[in-house]
């Protein structure tokens, strides 16, 4: 019996994993390290990237195709304001309570209170050259640059410097007017844009067969590098952050998927499986959005326009695990450095991770730089961020998988009213 895509990325995630921990562990043990590196360098990590390069090559022209296509099947640009409405009113409360369990945690458990200054400095001396790299890019966090920044001068060049928020509005726009416009030529364009769609729609199907063995091959490259231990020292600051994860994901979206989205939580969590696992190997929400539009569509059942079109903008600016992780480590680097933030400075730091979250690019480590920039408001040296480069990649691929459950979580409360109504008719 052919075992079921979701079963077999399992098996991958697992098998990489017990395999990369065997070669980690036999590299502490005497064994030949340079085999195990030369093993990741050329052969398990170049595979893991060359998937997540296929999967990006597809992500440009299925968020412009399935915004496009979203918008001209929704038809009616009232229903479609509602739409847009409920989302941004959905996504802003479910960020907001990301956060705020954020927050709690880290101020019953504090782990950065007492933190050794000796071991912060070294930390932060030792992750240097990257602490810079990431400072030297980050983005600001202005309201009003934002919403100017969303508007593309030049769609083209959005495009091509992988700015999809540009390119989603831009998608959108062009959807509206195809809305407004019933013409032969309109009706042409229309269809070829469907078609395009159709195409990459399959192209992402073949990929997406190739998931269980880049699955493996990416935990494999991780853990045999990095080992089981991969939290080490600050590992109450990690714990931290997955228990506040597992809160948000495991507790508050069950509810707000029942309650809320009228679906069993179990039918949710076991429809959207492939695609978590996907987004916490790959750790990038618009690198598995191919995946998430897949099993919304086909597991969950939702209307493939709510979904496209839900989905499609929530890779770039739904990310509940971002804001989160980005408010608990704001307050965690402010106890390393002995700062007492007061509920003014905390609001102020809620505020600025939802704005940050909508802005962070949905790609691995894409909410480092907004994390600078909210050190910088707060007056603490944004090269703080050292402290936490050594735990970040498994963080990253946590927050990830809450990220794209989350968007999903959105998307099934933003379709009841469509489904209801077609149950009704």
């Given at each position: 019996?052919?075992?079921?895509?979701?079963?077999?990325?399992?098996?991958?995630?697992?098998?990489?994993?017990?395999?990369?921990?065997?070669?980690?562990?036999?590299?502490?043990?005497?064994?030949?390290?340079?085999?195990?590196?030369?093993?990741?360098?050329?052969?398990?990590?170049?595979?893991?990237?060359?998937?997540?390069?296929?999967?990006?090559?597809?992500?440009?022209?299925?968020?412009?195709?399935?915004?496009?296509?979203g918008?001209?099947?929704?038809?009616?640009?009232?229903?479609?304001?509602?739409?847009?409405?409920?989302?941004?009113?959905?996504?802003?409360?479910?960020?907001?309570?990301?956060?705020?369990?954020?927050?709690?945690?880290?101020?019953?458990?504090q782990?950065?209170?007492?933190?050794?200054?000796?071991?912060?400095?070294?930390?932060?001396?030792?992750?240097?050259?990257?602490?810079?790299?990431?400072?030297?890019?980050?983005?600001?966090?202005?309201?009003?640059?934002?919403?100017?920044?969303?508007?593309?001068?030049?769609?083209?060049?959005?495009?091509?410097?992988?700015?999809?928020?540009?390119?989603?509005?831009?998608?959108?726009?062009?959807?509206?007017?195809?809305?407004?416009?019933?013409?032969?030529?309109?009706?042409?364009?229309?269809?070829?844009?469907?078609?395009?769609?159709?195409?990459?729609?399959?192209?992402?199907?073949?990929?997406?067969?190739?998931?269980?063995?880049?699955v493996?091959?990416?935990?494999?490259?991780?853990?045999?590098?990095?080992?089981?231990?991969?939290?080490?020292?600050?590992?109450?600051?990690?714990?931290?952050?997955i228990f506040?994860?597992?809160?948000?994901?495991?507790?508050?979206?069950?509810?707000?998927?029942?309650?809320?989205?009228?679906?069993?939580?179990?039918?949710?969590?076991?429809?959207?499986?492939?695609?978590?696992?996907?987004?916490?190997?790959t750790?990038?929400?618009?690198?598995?959005?191919?995946?998430?539009?897949?099993?919304?569509?086909?597991?969950?059942?939702?209307?493939?326009?709510?979904?496209?079109?839900?989905?499609?903008?929530?890779?770039?600016?739904?990310?509940?695990?971002?804001?989160?992780?980005?408010?608990?480590?704001?307050?965690?680097?402010?106890?390393?450095?002995?700062?007492?933030?007061?509920?003014?400075?905390?609001?102020?730091?809620?505020?600025?991770c939802?704005?940050?979250?909508?802005?962070?690019?949905?790609?691995?480590?894409?909410?480092?730089?907004?994390?600078?920039?909210?050190?910088?408001?707060?007056?603490?040296?944004?090269?703080?961020?050292?402290?936490?480069?050594?735990?970040?990649?498994?963080?990253?691929?946590?927050?990830?998988?809450?990220?794209?459950?989350?968007?999903l979580?959105?998307?099934?409360?933003?379709?009841?009213?469509?489904?209801?109504?077609?149950?009704?008719?």
């Amino acid at each position: 019996m052919k075992l079921a895509l979701p079963a077999r990325v399992l098996i991958g995630f697992v098998g990489g994993s017990a395999a990369g921990a065997a070669a980690y562990w036999w590299t502490q043990h005497g064994g030949d390290a340079g085999v195990i590196a030369g093993l990741v360098e050329t052969i398990t990590l170049p595979a893991g990237q060359l998937f997540l390069k296929f999967l990006k090559m597809l992500v440009l022209p299925l968020m412009f195709c399935a915004l496009v296509v979203g918008v001209t099947e929704i038809g009616d640009i009232a229903s479609l304001g509602r739409i847009g409405w409920r989302m941004l009113f959905y996504t802003l409360l479910l960020t907001s309570i990301a956060i705020a369990v954020g927050l709690v945690v880290i101020h019953l458990v504090q782990p950065g209170i007492g933190f050794n200054p000796a071991i912060r400095d070294s930390l932060i001396a030792a992750n240097t050259q990257a602490a810079h790299e990431i400072t030297a890019t980050k983005p600001s966090l202005s309201g009003v640059q934002i919403i100017l920044g969303i508007v593309p001068d030049n769609p083209f060049r959005a495009a091509a410097n992988g700015d999809f928020l540009a390119v989603m509005f831009f998608a959108v726009m062009l959807g509206i007017a195809l809305v407004l416009t019933r013409t032969a030529a309109t009706e042409t364009f229309k269809t070829t844009v469907q078609g395009l769609l159709d195409l990459v729609m399959k192209l992402m199907e073949l990929i997406i067969r190739m998931t269980p063995y880049a699955v493996a091959a990416l935990m494999f490259s991780l853990i045999a590098r990095f080992g089981t231990g991969i939290l080490g020292q600050l590992g109450l600051y990690a714990f931290c952050v997955i228990f506040a994860i597992a809160v948000h994901m495991f507790v508050v979206l069950p509810l707000w998927v029942r309650y809320v989205g009228g679906m069993n939580a179990w039918f949710f969590f076991k429809g959207s499986e492939e695609a978590i696992i996907t987004a916490f190997s790959t750790a990038s929400s618009t690198g598995t959005l191919p995946t998430t539009l897949k099993v919304a569509e086909e597991n969950l059942r939702l209307p493939p326009q709510i979904a496209r079109f839900v989905l499609t903008i929530g890779a770039s600016a739904n990310h509940h695990g971002t804001a989160l992780f980005e408010g608990l480590t704001t307050l965690f680097l402010a106890q390393c450095f002995g700062l007492d933030l007061g509920v003014g400075q905390q609001l102020a730091v809620l505020g600025l991770c939802i704005v940050g979250s909508i802005g962070t690019a949905g790609v691995p480590a894409g909410s480092l730089p907004v994390i600078a920039v909210i050190l910088g408001y707060l007056h603490l040296p944004p090269e703080g961020i050292g402290i936490i480069l050594g735990v970040d990649r498994f963080l990253d691929m946590c927050r990830t998988a809450l990220n794209v459950t989350g968007d999903l979580a959105t998307a099934v409360v933003v379709a009841r009213p469509g489904r209801v109504a077609a149950a009704a008719g």
